[in-house]
Nanobody, 124 residues
Framework: VQLQASGGGLVQAGGSLRLSCAASGRTFSRYGMGWFRQSPGKEREFVGTISWSGGSTSYADSVKGRFTISRDNAKNTVYLQMNSLKPEDTAVYFC??????????????????WGQGTLVTVSS
């Protein structure tokens, strides 16, 4: 599975962005998907995850209620809708794919494939 993230950019605090992650391959619907982010000088952190069917999601406390993950298996794409953005959301955002023992996964080492990242900058 190859992943291509897009949709990053510069936005003012309080604004919104939608990230997309397009996957290649015919087995996309078998994979759980996740979004992670990494800021300069910080470790990569979990943002959110969605099960292969799209029926289950989980989010980091820092984004819960503001970010929403969805997927369209017919388009081999997963989305991250980000609302009420804050300067502390500034980071490179990565999408990832994996086949988990559970419905979804919140740790990076459970993912097998990673996209290249897209930069989100939130100005104050």
């Amino acid at each position: 599975v190859q992943l291509q993230a897009s949709g990053g950019g510069l936005v003012q605090a309080g604004g919104s962005l939608r990230l997309s992650c397009a996957a290649s391959g015919r087995t996309f619907s078998r994979y759980g998907m996740g979004w992670f982010r990494q800021s300069p000088g910080k470790e990569r952190e979990f943002v959110g995850t969605i099960s292969w069917s799209g029926g289950s999601t989980s989010y980091a406390d820092s984004v819960k209620g503001r970010f929403t993950i969805s997927r369209d298996n017919a388009k081999n794409t997963v989305y991250l809708q980000m609302n009420s953005l804050k300067p502390e959301d500034t980071a490179v955002y990565f999408c990832a794919a994996g086949r988990f023992n559970n419905e979804y996964a919140a740790t990076a080492d459970e993912y097998d494939y990673w996209g290249q990242g897209t930069l989100v900058t939130v100005s104050s």
